[in-house]
Protein backbone atom coordinates (compact mmCIF):
# COMPACT_ATOMS: atom_id res chain seq x y z
CA UNK A 1 0.00 0.00 0.00
CA UNK A 2 1.77 3.79 -1.13
CA UNK A 3 0.75 6.23 0.94
CA UNK A 4 0.24 9.75 -1.08
CA UNK A 5 2.37 12.52 -0.64
CA UNK A 6 -0.05 14.58 0.64
CA UNK A 7 -0.37 11.77 3.79
CA UNK A 8 3.18 11.52 4.04
CA UNK A 9 3.71 15.36 4.56
CA UNK A 10 0.31 15.99 6.97
CA UNK A 11 2.19 12.89 9.62
CA UNK A 12 5.56 14.67 9.65
CA UNK A 13 4.29 18.09 10.16
CA UNK A 14 2.70 15.83 12.81
CA UNK A 15 5.65 14.78 14.59
CA UNK A 16 6.96 18.24 14.35
CA UNK A 17 3.93 19.75 16.12
CA UNK A 18 4.28 16.87 19.10
CA UNK A 19 8.02 17.10 19.09
CA UNK A 20 7.48 20.89 19.77
CA UNK A 21 4.93 21.06 22.46
CA UNK A 22 6.96 18.00 24.13
CA UNK A 23 9.67 20.25 24.01
CA UNK A 24 7.30 23.54 25.70
CA UNK A 25 5.95 20.73 28.15
CA UNK A 26 9.97 19.96 29.37
CA UNK A 27 10.12 23.97 29.37
CA UNK A 28 7.35 24.12 31.37
CA UNK A 29 7.99 20.98 33.51
CA UNK A 30 11.19 22.01 34.81
CA UNK A 31 9.58 25.76 35.67
CA UNK A 32 6.88 23.57 37.70
CA UNK A 33 9.66 21.62 39.58
CA UNK A 34 11.24 24.60 40.57
CA UNK A 35 8.36 26.21 42.04
CA UNK A 36 7.00 23.45 44.17
CA UNK A 37 10.79 23.14 45.15
CA UNK A 38 10.58 26.63 46.36
CA UNK A 39 6.63 26.21 48.06
CA UNK A 40 7.70 23.19 49.80
CA UNK A 41 11.00 25.18 51.35
CA UNK A 42 8.91 27.84 52.54
CA UNK A 43 6.47 25.01 54.04
CA UNK A 44 9.48 23.66 55.75
CA UNK A 45 10.41 26.40 57.11
CA UNK A 46 7.52 27.27 58.63
CA UNK A 47 7.42 23.82 60.08
CA UNK A 48 10.92 24.39 61.63
CA UNK A 49 12.63 22.03 59.25
CA UNK A 50 15.73 22.99 57.33
CA UNK A 51 15.20 22.81 53.46
CA UNK A 52 18.89 20.99 52.59
CA UNK A 53 17.82 18.37 55.08
CA UNK A 54 14.00 17.88 54.18
CA UNK A 55 14.10 14.50 51.53
CA UNK A 56 10.41 15.60 50.45
CA UNK A 57 12.28 18.46 48.22
CA UNK A 58 15.39 16.10 46.47
CA UNK A 59 12.21 13.51 45.78
CA UNK A 60 10.20 16.28 43.72
CA UNK A 61 13.24 18.09 42.04
CA UNK A 62 14.52 14.09 41.23
CA UNK A 63 11.18 13.18 39.94
CA UNK A 64 10.94 17.13 37.96
CA UNK A 65 14.12 16.19 36.08
CA UNK A 66 13.42 12.41 35.45
CA UNK A 67 9.97 14.10 33.82
CA UNK A 68 11.68 16.87 32.08
CA UNK A 69 14.39 14.06 30.52
CA UNK A 70 11.58 12.26 29.32
CA UNK A 71 9.85 15.34 27.61
CA UNK A 72 13.04 16.52 26.08
CA UNK A 73 13.42 13.14 24.68
CA UNK A 74 10.27 12.78 23.29
CA UNK A 75 10.79 15.64 21.20
CA UNK A 76 14.46 15.51 20.03
CA UNK A 77 13.35 11.87 18.62
CA UNK A 78 10.52 12.89 16.87
CA UNK A 79 12.63 16.01 15.59
CA UNK A 80 15.37 13.56 14.61
CA UNK A 81 12.99 11.47 12.85
CA UNK A 82 11.53 14.04 10.60
CA UNK A 83 15.04 14.87 10.12
CA UNK A 84 15.78 11.39 8.65
CA UNK A 85 12.82 10.85 6.85
CA UNK A 86 13.36 14.35 4.94
CA UNK A 87 16.66 13.18 4.17
CA UNK A 88 15.81 9.69 2.83
CA UNK A 89 13.21 11.62 0.52
CA UNK A 90 14.57 10.53 -2.95
CA UNK A 91 13.71 13.22 -5.71
CA UNK A 92 12.19 13.04 -9.23
CA UNK A 93 15.53 13.29 -10.97
CA UNK A 94 17.65 10.97 -8.65
CA UNK A 95 15.69 7.82 -9.95
CA UNK A 96 17.33 5.74 -11.64
CA UNK A 97 15.83 2.94 -14.27
CA UNK A 98 17.38 -0.11 -14.67
CA UNK A 99 17.27 -1.57 -17.99
CA UNK A 100 15.54 -4.43 -18.69
CA UNK A 101 18.35 -6.50 -19.82
CA UNK A 102 19.55 -10.38 -19.23
CA UNK A 103 22.39 -10.40 -16.43
CA UNK A 104 25.48 -11.85 -17.73
CA UNK A 105 26.25 -15.18 -17.24
CA UNK A 106 29.51 -15.67 -14.58
CA UNK A 107 32.43 -16.91 -16.10
CA UNK A 108 33.23 -20.55 -15.51
CA UNK A 109 36.33 -21.54 -13.05
CA UNK A 110 36.92 -24.74 -14.96
CA UNK A 111 40.45 -24.80 -17.13
CA UNK A 112 39.96 -26.13 -20.33
CA UNK A 113 42.83 -28.38 -22.11
Not at 3 to 32: C, H, N, P, W
Not at 52 to 69: E, K, R
Not at 70 to 95: K, T
Request: glycine share 8%; with cysteine.
Amino acid sequence: MVMSEQKTDAKRDGARIYGVIFQFLAIASIIATLYAMGKMANLGNALGVNPTNDPLIWVVLASGIFITCVFIGMGYALGMLCAIYDRQEPSPDAVLELPATKAPKPPSHRSTP
